[in-house]
Structures are given as C-alpha cells and as structure tokens.
C-alpha cells in the first residue's frame, strides 16, 4: 500500500450502492437535477460587484 497516494473511490453507476462507504455512484445531470441534487444558491450581478467593493488590496 503506497500511503502518499490517496485510495481511489469504487464508482458505481447503481443508487443501490448510495449507502456503502466509500462509493462514488455517478450520474447524468438530468438524473441528478430530477434527485433533487443541485441547488441553486447563487448570488446576483449587482451582489458580486457590491462585495468587489469590500475586498481589500494587498500592498
């Protein structure tokens, strides 16, 4: 066992898999988007350019 290296997950394409340790079961998008698995959390334009304004500058 080579420990610098970090262990590569099992990928599975079957949800039967969803509560074994360890395995990384993959999914289309429209799968995904219809379990609910994204989130739509992003911030407004005028946000974005509002916290710009917050930042400091690094001298």
């Known amino acids: ?3 610098n ?5 099992l990928i599975s394409r079957d949800m039967a898999d969803f509560t074994v ?3 990384v079961i993959e999914v289309d998008p429209m ?3 219809a ?3 994204f989130e739509e959390i ?5 946000d974005a350019i509002d916290s710009e304004i917050d930042m ?3 001298q």
């Open 1 to 3: 066992m080579n420990l």
């Open 5 to 9: 290296q970090p262990n590569k997950p």
């Open 21 to 23: 340790p360890g395995v």
């Open 31 to 33: 799968e995904a988007e």
């Open 35 to 37: 379990w609910g698995a």
């Open 42 to 46: 992003a911030i407004t334009e005028q």
């Open 56 to 58: 400091e500058v690094a």
